[in-house]
């Protein structure tokens, strides 16, 4: 048996699983059903993975294992990562939304304005209506908060402590 991977792909699904229920009780707006197979939000699915990971191996193998440096340098990582880049990548996709439906306003209010050469010279001008940009948008995740990434952090750590016991 493969613990430390059993402790890990669990974590993820026990973090994914009560992001919808830590959203309803916390009463945010965005507490929707499809939060469970969303990135983001509390807690830290990434940071729940790779702590718990990184306990498996200690738990397994020892604190003085190689295995548990490898682990533990990769959770750093990853977890700086969720609260640094993609949080960054994602308020800049906030921005890039609100500046592409003030484009597509600015279109629709002047549509009637532009000429055929207009739209000769760019055919992209008027092919992408709201509708369409709807249907077309990326999600914006943003990463995690601090908060969100401790959170994780210690659902990983205490479910691998849970299933050490459970499955010993």
């Given at each position: 048996m493969n613990f430390p991977l059993i402790a890990s792909l669990s974590s993820i699904l026990f973090a994914q699983l009560i992001k919808y229920p830590i959203a309803y009780l916390t009463?945010?707006?965005?507490?929707?059903?499809?939060?469970i197979t969303s990135t983001g939000g509390m807690p830290s699915?990434?940071?729940?993975?790779?702590?718990?990971?990184?306990?498996?191996?200690?738990l397994e193998y020892g604190f003085n294992s190689p295995y548990v440096a490898i682990s533990t340098v990769f959770a750093v990582i990853i977890m700086f990562d969720s609260m640094g880049v993609r949080?960054?990548?994602?308020?800049?996709?906030?921005?890039?939304?609100?500046?592409?439906?003030k484009h597509l306003?600015?279109?629709?209010?002047?549509?009637?304005?532009?000429?055929?050469?207009?739209?000769?010279?760019?055919?992209?001008?008027?092919?992408?209506?709201?509708?369409?940009?709807?249907?077309?948008?990326?999600?914006?995740?943003?990463?995690?908060?601090?908060?969100?990434?401790?959170?994780?952090?210690?659902t990983g750590g205490f479910v691998a402590m849970f299933l050490r016991l459970v499955l010993l």
């Open positions: 009463n945010r707006k965005s507490a929707k059903l499809n939060l699915s990434h940071s729940a993975a790779v702590s718990s990971l990184t306990t498996a191996l200690i949080r960054q990548s994602g308020e800049q996709g906030i921005v890039l939304d609100i500046l592409a439906r306003a600015e279109i629709d209010y002047i549509s009637d304005d532009i000429s055929y050469d207009e739209i000769e010279d760019n055919p992209l001008i008027l092919s992408y209506d709201i509708d369409n940009y709807e249907r077309m948008i990326i999600n914006r995740y943003l990463g995690h908060k601090p908060s969100e990434v401790i959170v994780g952090t210690l």
